[in-house]
């Protein structure tokens, strides 16, 4: 086993708490869709953030191990917040463009008999790229529990 792992219960803690809710997100688009899709364990976006399980997970396990009134604690909350602050605004403005961008490229594809008008873009653009706010508390809440079971 990788020795940071063996030896870091924090940072093992982290990667748990992403695991746990990229496969939550795994087992959704199975039983939604009917369908297994292994591309969706491995993509950003959708319910819960593993984004915000990790940092979250991070930074409790940092709080339990250093103490919470702690310079490292602080560093960790912090992090953890802008993570957070970020899948909500930009990551997610961003999907939001790209939905947009995608949708007029289909719309002007449809209305032009011919080829593709902009074979340079390639494929279309990801949209799952950022969350919604109760996505981002789910996965936050996620990862302070998987840190608080296990301290």
Same mark, same amino acid.
């Given at each position: 086993?990788?020795?940071?792992?063996?030896?870091? @219960?924090?940072v093992f803690l982290g990667l748990l708490s992403?695991?746990?809710?990229?496969?939550?997100?795994?087992?959704?688009?199975?039983?939604?869709?009917?369908?297994?899709?292994?591309?969706?364990?491995?993509?950003?976006?959708?319910?819960? @953030?593993?984004?915000?399980?990790?940092?979250?997970?991070?930074?409790?396990?940092?709080?339990?191990?250093?103490?919470? #009134?702690?310079?490292?604690?602080?560093? #960790?909350?912090m992090i953890a917040m802008?993570?957070?602050?970020?899948?909500?605004?930009?990551?997610? #403005?961003?999907?939001?463009?790209?939905?947009?961008?995608?949708?007029?490229?289909?719309?002007?594809?449809?209305?032009?008999?011919?080829?593709?008008?902009?074979?340079?873009?390639?494929?279309?653009?990801?949209?799952?790229?950022?969350?919604?706010?109760?996505?981002?508390? @789910?996965?936050?809440?996620?990862?302070? #529990?998987? @840190?608080?079971?296990?301290?």
């Amino acid at each position: 086993m990788i020795p940071f792992l063996r030896d870091n @219960s924090v940072v093992f803690l982290g990667l748990l708490s992403w695991f746990i809710a990229q496969l939550i997100k795994f087992i959704i688009e199975v039983s939604t869709h009917r369908r297994i899709n292994w591309r969706r364990f491995f993509e950003s976006g959708g319910m819960p @953030s593993s984004h915000s399980a990790f940092v979250c997970s991070i930074a409790m396990g940092i709080g339990f191990r250093e103490g919470f #009134a702690s310079s490292f604690f602080a560093l #960790a909350f912090m992090i953890a917040m802008v993570v957070m602050y970020d899948a909500m605004g930009v990551r997610r #403005a961003a999907g939001e463009q790209a939905e947009a961008i995608n949708e007029l490229r289909e719309k002007i594809s449809e209305d032009q008999v011919e080829e593709d008008p902009f074979p340079e873009w390639g494929k279309p653009l990801r949209e799952a790229l950022g969350h919604k706010p109760t996505e981002v508390i @789910s996965g936050a809440i996620l990862g302070i #529990a998987v @840190s608080f079971l296990a301290f």
